[in-house]
């Protein structure tokens, strides 16, 4: 069953579960983009969101459109806003946090935070609520697209992701509390500039 948020001839974009990969992996056969082909045979892969992360994801339907949307993500001209549950009361009503990012080898696949090799990374962060819980559901705009540049920036802040078996000490909850809210872009074709939406379940 595919969740369509968007679709024309040029581009469809799915909402996706959590726990489920987005591309083929050799752990797990099931798959977001397997399951689009079966609608839309030309689907081409664009970007991905980690298999924990549920959200809004865009496929592209034809070449001219995979290479536009390629070089949108590429030249950071693609304005990304995810929406996240993390531990404890922030405390701040918005931030940033600018700290660059590798793969801890050893530990794949998780990323560490080296301010000597890293790959430059930046994130803004807005409180949206405090929760009863003791937990603050956050905004997140990443200005660069690292490799779990949220999970770990929101680590280093202090404030884990709630779920995230990776890095919170104590995870809690049976799913990543990461989701990919809204997804902005020039239309491939157009030029128009598109707004994607996917409500959040944790609000």
């Keep these: 069953m595919l969740d369509i948020l968007y679709e024309d001839e040029h581009l469809v974009a799915v909402a996706k579960p959590e726990n489920l990969l987005c591309v083929p992996g050799l752990s797990e056969p099931d798959n977001l983009f ?54 404890g009361h922030v405390a701040a009503v918005r931030g940033e946090i600018v700290m660059p990012l590798i793969c801890d080898w050893p530990n794949r ?9 890293g790959k430059p990374a930046h994130t803004l962060f807005e409180v949206k609520r405090h929760l009863l819980s003791g937990q603050t559901l956050l905004e997140l705009t990443p200005l660069t697209g690292r490799s779990h540049q949220l999970r770990v920036h929101c680590q ?11 890095y919170n000490l104590n995870p ?29 379940p944790f609000i």
């Design 172 to 200: 809690a909850g049976d799913r990543l509390m990461l989701h990919a809210e809204r997804i902005e872009i020039d239309h491939p074709i157009s030029g128009h500039r598109l707004k994607i939406y996917c409500p959040s």
């Design 34 to 87: 397997d399951r689009l082909r079966g609608r839309y045979p030309n689907a081409r892969v664009v970007h991905r969101l980690d298999m924990a992360t549920s959200g809004a994801i865009l496929f592209a339907l034809d070449h001219a459109s995979q290479k536009s949307l390629g070089q949108q993500f590429e030249r950071r001209l693609v304005d990304k806003r995810y929406s996240a549950v993390v531990s």
């Design 109 to 117: 696949p998780r990323q560490k935070v080296d301010w000597l090799q």
């Design 156 to 166: 280093q802040l202090g404030h884990p992701i709630m779920g995230d078996e990776l």
